[in-house]
């Protein structure tokens, strides 16, 4: 019995795995995990794109013009989600689209992340007049709806995928900014960040080593959503004709093009909004359960 409790009270004083915890709280929440699975199947899916259609994106069969789906009368298991107005095979499209879609959201999330991250370190840390100027070209930004900004921005630079990443990454600029400073400054009058200075350690050290790793959970929580928006606002600049440009495979491109054909070709429109739809709503999925598995108060 001893030393059943000399095992007992080792594995009390030994400190829990840090992924094996987060994991097991994301677990719990099972429209996460739901999420989890989506996000994998589209990534695996764009990844292996070359392997998984026997098409190309690009090839048209002209002898095929809006053929249905394979279940439909008229449908061919050659094209399994039927074919779009110039005879491209749609599922080909759709999966190739996928990784349109989740470069645009990695882009924009990158850029946001590392100079919201950046700018909001020096404004939480600076404070004065530092800070009061970020804040306010922060606040006048947020005061312009995102997607007109968006347009505005994507106006000047010219259409094309790489301008709308970087225009839409500018308007969730902000997000990051103020997520960060208010970390910072809740950071910063904690003990060990005063027995940092007090030990000498620089300002940098402060910045970069101390304090920043101690940030990190609500940005990591506010990336997985905003890589959603950032998909949706991509579809949306693509939908008008600001973003990707024909023939590319872009999910919001493919329904400006087949809008015309909806009410004789169902399907040309709606399996590029049900891949929109899922992948959005997989990523607030997987935001929610980040934050509960990163949130202290989620787990007294």
């Not at 950046?118 to 709806?145: E, F, K, N, Q």
């Not at 106006?155 to 910072?184: D, E, F, M, W």
């Not at 400054?185 to 030990?199: F, G, L, P, Q, R």
Request: net charge negative; hydrophobic share 55%; proline share 6%.
């Amino acid at each position: 019995m001893s030393e059943q409790v000399q095992v007992a009270v080792v594995d009390e004083l030994v400190p829990p795995d840090p992924f094996r915890e987060f994991w097991g709280y994301f677990c719990e929440n099972r429209g996460a995990l739901i999420g989890f699975v989506i996000i994998l199947t589209v990534l695996l899916a764009a990844l292996f794109a070359n392997f998984l259609t026997p098409h190309s994106p690009y090839e048209q069969y002209r002898d095929y013009i809006l053929t249905p789906p394979a279940w439909q009368n008229g449908g061919l298991w050659r094209f399994p989600l039927g074919t779009d107005e110039v005879g491209r095979d749609v599922l080909t499209r759709l999966i190739y689209g996928g990784r349109l879609s989740l470069f645009i959201g990695m882009m924009v999330v990158s850029l946001s992340l590392l100079l919201g991250t950046l700018i909001g370190l020096v404004s939480g840390y600076a404070r004065g007049m530092t800070d009061v100027l970020i804040m306010r070209a922060v606040d006048i930004i947020m005061a312009l709806p995102s997607l007109l900004l968006a347009l505005a921005i994507v106006t000047i630079l010219g259409p094309g995928l790489i301008n709308a990443s970087i225009a839409i990454a500018i308007t969730y600029l902000p997000h990051y900014v103020r997520i960060t400073r208010a970390s910072v400054i809740a950071e910063t009058s904690k003990d060990y960040v005063i027995a940092s200075k007090v030990s000498g350690a620089g300002v940098m050290r402060l910045i970069f080593i101390t304090i920043l790793p101690n940030c990190m959970a609500p940005l990591i929580v506010q990336a997985s959503l905003g890589f959603s928006n950032a998909i949706l606002d991509a579809a949306a600049l693509g939908f008008i004709g600001l973003g990707a440009q024909p023939p590319s495979p872009e999910w919001g491109s493919m329904l400006a093009n087949a809008l015309e054909f909806i009410q004789r070709a169902w399907w040309v429109v709606t399996f590029p909004g049900l891949m929109i739809l899922l992948t959005v709503l997989a990523f607030n999925l997987m935001g929610d359960g980040l934050r509960d598995a990163l949130d202290p108060k989620m787990k007294l």
